[in-house]
């Protein structure tokens, strides 16, 4: 699948992941693969007419952001990160991180083997981080977005929804994570991640029909609140997809051609600071 419009100028890429075994993994002994550097992205970034980028810190570093640091040191103003840290962190480092580019701290709480951050660290965190304007980046199950709807309508930060909220595939608007995500939007609270439609998916590539109905819905709902994101280099597939043909969904799921360009431009510009 290849995309049937033309790309707008600063079209950011809001979720992919950099990994660079120039930096030692969290775990001693994991082997660090390739293929995955900035400069291995930057050939799939032109090739889809992308000029922006939102790295979120891979799980692979843990809370050792420095990967993200030298990427968005290299991207020049055209890149923006979403941090993990451990919260005995101090002022002075998350300033640093601020400076560098960083505009939000993920919390990936979807599988408890990868967690490095609790559930109880993001109400602590969020206070602590909306001086800079920040948000929470939040990966979790439909059923943990359910479980934690009170902190997460209380927090005092803009609350942004990893890989289409993460609804079990055959999902639609009906279910009530939906619900509980629609009322953060309308509430102007919330953000969602038009990403990762093959972590939501029973049918499978390359149209992913029933995550692509989570999409649509989503489009429908709040235009104005959705970024893309590529979630390169899809680390959870033992088989990449077309980087081009996951664009090219974007089509399908926002066919109207101003709100696909504020998903890709005028929305990221606004939600991670871009100039």
Known sequence: MTTTWVMPANACDAH???IDSRFAPAQAGTVVPGGRSLADYARVQQALG??????????LYGTDNRCLLDALAQ???RG????VVDPSIGDEQLQTLHEAGVRGLRFSLWKAADQVAQVEDIGLMAARIAQWGWHVQIHMAAEQILAQQGLLASLPVPVVF???GRLPAGSD???PA???IARLIEADRAWVKLSGAYLNTSVGGPDYPDASAIARAFARLAPQRLVWGSDWPHVTEAHAPDDAGLLGLLEDWVPDAGQRA????????RLYGFN
């Open 16 to 18: 992919l992941h950099i």
């Open 50 to 59: 992308l000029q922006r980028a939102v790295i979120v810190q891979s799980k």
């Open 75 to 77: 991207l020049r103003g």
């Open 80 to 83: 923006r990160g979403i941090a």
């Open 162 to 164: 990893d890989h289409l």
């Open 173 to 175: 608007s009906s279910h």
């Open 178 to 180: 939906f619900a509980f």
């Open 262 to 269: 504020a998903v890709l431009v005028d929305n990221p510009a």
